[in-house]
């Protein structure tokens, strides 16, 4: 039997991240609990990637935003993005990319920005400053994240909306 997920054969002897953990590996449980702040599996999944059973592990990194209108009726909008690695240590020098979509009618998503590439400073963070499209009425905004295979998508929410 395969996991459902990434297709690692589970309860393989010789991986330990194989468990079976209703039809999924607990690479990919672990990791994802971990991701979500599940106190008892991130704790296990720092120790797996401290013994380097994890060496590709990356979490979610954390993101806020700040909205300042201008006189001329835009909206200028920074994001701040924080990305630590699993041991909680800023990941510094890191090179990411950033761009903003949205999401259409049918669930897919259209670029409204091209990609733009940030390197993280000494503290893990970067800020991507840019100014609120135009969207469509039925469309949501995102800001989407790229670090290297992986991607991750951030609503863009008005404060109190």
């Not at 449980?29 to 120790?47: C, H, T, W």
């Not at 797996?48 to 954390?62: I, W």
């Not at 806020?64 to 699993?86: D, M, N, R, Y």
């Not at 979509?101 to 590439?117: D, G, I, P």
Request: hydrophobic letters at 30%; aromatic letters at 10%.
């Amino acid at each position: 039997m395969k996991c459902g997920i990434c297709g690692r054969i589970l309860e393989n002897s010789e991986d330990p991240l194989s468990s079976d953990c209703g039809g999924d590996c607990w690479g990919c449980i672990g990791e994802m609990e971990a991701d979500s702040g599940y106190a008892p599996s991130l704790e296990q999944v720092k120790l797996e990637y401290a013994e380097g059973l994890r060496p590709n592990l990356v979490f979610s990194p954390k993101i806020s935003f700040s909205f300042t209108p201008s006189h001329s009726g835009c909206v200028s909008v920074e994001a701040q993005i924080t990305l630590s690695k699993p041991n909680g240590a800023p990941w510094a020098g890191e090179t990411i990319s950033l761009c903003l979509v949205c999401s259409t009618v049918k669930e897919n998503f259209r670029k409204v920005l091209q990609e733009k590439k940030f390197i993280t400073n000494s503290t893990g963070n970067i800020n991507f400053v840019f100014t609120y499209p135009e969207v469509k009425k039925q469309e949501k905004l995102y800001v989407e994240v790229s670090l290297g295979k992986t991607k991750w998508r951030y609503p863009v929410v008005w404060p109190n909306g």
